[in-house]
């Protein structure tokens, strides 16, 4: 049984960095490992996956050329480096995992409900 936990969450200046992990664990073979945010009062986002056996990656447009994800196999271990953060980055981010989809179907919105969830972390940008 997979299962994703996030971590690395937390409070920063417009403009800062912060950078969320994801271990992986429970599973055999390549993964799709995406990133999801949601703020109050909005609907849940992807903003970036990558597919580990490839490192194929992709990202909301939302984020591109801020945010970067990355893996390490090593650490069964996923990472979402975001810079130039704004207040609009503020949300609950999660960590899901699924073998069966592509980076580019998460973040398109066609690939459906995926198969483990972590708890989220929280990231607060202030102005």
């Known amino acids: 049984q997979g299962q994703v936990q996030e971590s690395g969450g937390g409070s920063v200046q417009a403009g800062g960095s912060l950078r969320l992990s994801c271990a992986a664990s429970g599973y055999s073979y390549s993964i799709c490992v995406a990133w999801f945010r949601q703020a109050p009062g909005k609907q849940r986002e992807a903003v970036a996956a990558?597919?580990?056996?490839?490192?194929?990656?992709a990202y909301a447009d939302s984020v591109k050329g801020r945010f970067t994800i990355s893996q390490d196999n090593a650490k069964n271990t996923v990472y979402l480096q975001m810079n130039s953060l704004t207040p609009e980055d503020t949300a609950t981010y999660y960590c899901a995992a699924d073998p069966y989809v592509q980076p580019d179907d998460v973040i398109s919105g066609i690939a459906g409900a995926l198969h483990a969830w972590g708890q989220g972390t929280l990231v607060t940008v202030s102005s």
């Open positions: 990558i597919y580990t056996g490839t490192g194929r990656t």
